[in-house]
């Protein structure tokens, strides 16, 4: 079945550091990919998407890139601020079971000062 | 966008307790996804429904069960609640562009 691999966490960075999180995935067919963050004490949001290779997702500095042949969808940022500390969640949507999202664990990110 | 409401935010139940937890949303969107989130586990799906009275299972539906009557409205229910099943419970709604709304969650303790 379909899975979600994300690095494990927490990830610890100083503020304007650059931030890597990895993601990979295994889907049969081509599944839409999507980065969900959640930030302390509230529900999961939308970060960004991308719905076919090559495609690349971005927003509020944000950006991930939908690699077919390395399987791969790695967040990146290039300057984290404080206010990015949250969990980030990697998902894919398959092409069966009624299209449901499959997540990977989750990977905390702490910015300090 | 669609809201997504969810009965409680928080539940206390004893074990043994049967438990409903609701979702409703305001819109008429065919695709409902119960999910568990647990911390280093990440969301996992229990049961979806893509319409009135259809259900599937998903990935750890042992112990649960689901029920939907209406379009708007579909139901999780642990018919036994065990220590276990103390987590964090998400609804989720996807629409015809396939965008997904989140609920804001239930956070369940079964003592």
């Known amino acids: 079945g379909d899975s979600v691999t994300q690095m494990e966490g927490p990830v610890t960075l100083s503020e304007e550091a650059f931030l890597t999180i990895n993601c990979t995935y295994t889907?049969?067919?081509?599944?839409?990919l999507f980065w969900y963050v959640q930030y302390p004490g509230e529900g999961l949001q939308l970060l960004l998407k991308?719905?076919?290779?090559?495609d690349k997702g971005s927003n509020k500095g944000f950006e991930a890139t939908y690699r077919k042949e390395t399987t791969s969808f790695h967040l990146e940022k290039g300057s984290v601020q404080v206010s990015d500390s949250a969990v980030y969640f990697c998902?894919?949507?398959?092409?069966?079971?009624?299209?449901?999202?499959?997540f990977g664990t989750g990977t905390q990110l702490k910015v300090e000062l | 966008d669609v809201k997504v409401t969810q009965s409680s935010r928080y539940l206390v139940k004893r074990t043994g307790e049967k438990v409903f937890l609701e979702c409703v949303q305001d819109?008429?969107?065919?695709?409902m996804f119960w999910y568990r989130q647990d911390p280093g586990l990440g969301l996992r799906l229990i049961y979806f429904?893509?319409?009135?009275?259809?259900?599937e299972k998903g990935d750890i539906p042992e112990g649960y069960s689901v029920s939907r009557e209406k379009k708007e409205r579909f139901s999780l229910i642990l018919e036994s609640a065990s220590t276990n099943q103390t987590s964090m419970y998400l609804c989720?709604?996807?629409?015809?562009?396939?965008?997904?709304?989140f609920g804001p969650g239930t956070r369940l303790t079964v003592l």
């Open positions: 998902a894919l949507t398959g092409t069966g079971g009624g299209n449901k999202l499959t």
């Open positions: 889907a049969t067919g081509y599944p839409s």
């Open positions: 989720v709604i996807r629409d015809s562009n396939y965008e997904q709304f």
């Open positions: 429904s893509y319409d009135v009275k259809m259900k």
């Open positions: 819109m008429d969107h065919e695709n």
């Open positions: 991308a719905t076919k290779a090559d």
